[in-house]
């Protein structure tokens, strides 16, 4: 696998007025240096084909930013379409002066015939930013296609693990290997929960402590559980981080219900709300497509996702709750209670977590579904988590929409949205929509 990498690529002809050209030239690659210090960018401006192609030889882009520096005609984009196929931004700069003389650049135009011939090569879903280098909505706009575009370069390393298989009536969930493959380019192993309850059962105690010690060390009540559930938990929290580790997993999802309860004893609640912490995006009820969500956002934001079914919603407030029986990450928790254990709302059993999590200006309510016909989209929604306490028993967030609730939630529920989302914590809004266009994901925005 060739390392990530940005190519930035100048294009243009010497007949505009080069002095302009080369301080749009400086500034923008000094920009994309700062934005992304292993970007390939040229010593000087791509001004014929010759320059162009012998810059192109020497790259082998990740995602490739095509700028008019002037005008180019369309063989230069047809150019690096022929070479390579990775994601696109396509850059506009401004005319920098408007004085009734000599048009000094003529980028516009240039973006038209580029573009034009993107679709002429098939390529219809590309980034585009108009805008000079020194303008704020620009750095905007390049900092969220890199970000996206590293994350489709690391989904292309990414290897999750299905522990067991999703509960009936819980398909919505399962995933097929060549399906997220082919889509995500993410790779998917399979294993029974019976495997990793054997693993567990199998430690001393003697091994295990150092994951019991870092669990009391990350939340509060642990205590008031039973010894043998918190020993219970310590085995299953090691089985897990060990298995991940040694098999280079970076997401998973896991059956919890009912075999952690019948044939072990102690649910599985906690050990993925370590695990989300540990930076190993966690989903329970074995839902796949959860999981790739989290991880997402887990990439985009530098932070674990909360991972939860909606629950109900206030008019008022333009609310939606989000809540899950307890595997929350610990960091989450509202800095006012901290990450409290409890027990399993439905099968009182512990640990699982229970707390209300923390308020931030800016969320993002995001799904990668996989609609009946196989194919895939994306819930997009901004919002803000609100400080709110702990709705239910487990863990609970309350997120303020952008679009009124109830108009949100009824238009998912008849566009029949599975019922588990992420939340992030983080607007990455923008960086979504860009990486779903470069996986040819249908973006739904709410």
């Not at 010497?14 to 002095?19: A, K």
């Amino acid at each position: 696998m060739n390392p990530f990498q940005i190519a930035y690529i100048p294009i243009g002809v010497p007949t505009f007025h080069l002095e302009s050209a080369a301080a749009q030239f400086e500034q923008s690659a000094a920009l994309l240096r700062e934005i992304s210090p292993d970007a390939a960018v040229p010593e000087k401006m791509l001004l014929s084909l010759d320059d162009l192609n012998a810059f192109l030889d020497g790259i082998q882009p990740s995602a490739i930013i095509l700028q008019n520096i002037t005008f180019a005609n369309a063989a230069y984009a047809s150019e690096v379409l022929h070479r390579f196929r990775c994601p696109l931004l396509l850059w506009t700069l401004r005319e920098p002066v408007i004085d009734g003389g000599r048009l000094r650049l003529n980028s516009l135009t240039g973006a038209y015939s580029a573009a034009n011939t993107f679709h002429a090569f098939g390529v219809n879903r590309f980034a585009y930013l108009f805008g000079g280098p020194g303008e704020e909505e620009t750095r905007d706009t390049l900092t969220a296609f890199v970000s996206a575009a590293r994350l489709r370069h690391q989904l292309s390393q990414l290897k999750m693990l299905a522990v067991g298989h999703t509960p009936q009536g819980f398909g919505f969930g399962r995933a097929l290997d060549g399906e997220l493959l082919h889509q995500f380019g993410v790779r998917l192993e399979t294993v029974e929960a019976r495997e990793l309850i054997a693993k567990a059962l199998a430690y001393d105690e003697s091994e295990i402590l150092p994951c019991l010690e870092q669990t009391q060390k990350c939340t509060c009540a642990l205590e008031a559980i039973p010894q043998k559930n918190q020993l219970d938990h310590a085995r299953l929290y090691k089985a897990y981080l060990d298995y991940v580790t040694e098999n280079g997993i970076g997401a998973l999802a896991t059956r919890c219900w009912p075999d952690f309860f019948t044939a072990f004893g102690t649910p599985v609640c906690t050990v993925l709300a370590m695990l989300n912490d540990a930076g190993i995006s966690s989903a329970c009820e074995a839902d796949i497509y959860g999981a790739l969500s989290m991880y997402m956002g887990q990439q985009l934001t530098g932070k674990p996702a909360f991972f939860g079914d909606p629950v109900s919603l206030d008019e008022k407030e333009s609310s939606v709750t989000f809540w899950h029986c307890g595997t929350a990450a610990c960091s989450l928790a509202h800095p006012a209670t901290g990450a409290v254990i409890g027990v399993h709302p439905n099968r009182k059993i512990g640990p699982a977590m229970d707390f209300g999590c923390a308020p931030a200006e800016q969320v993002t309510i995001f799904r990668i579904g996989r609609k009946p016909d196989g194919s895939f989209r994306a819930f997009i929604a901004p919002g803000e988590a609100l400080d709110k306490p702990k709705q239910f028993t487990g863990t609970s967030l309350v997120v303020h929409t952008r679009t009124p609730a109830k108009e949100l939630v009824c238009r998912s529920v008849k566009e029949g949205w599975e019922p588990h989302f992420a939340v992030l914590y983080g607007d990455v809004s923008e960086e979504l929509e860009m990486l779903c266009d470069m996986l040819q994901v249908e973006i739904c925005r709410y």
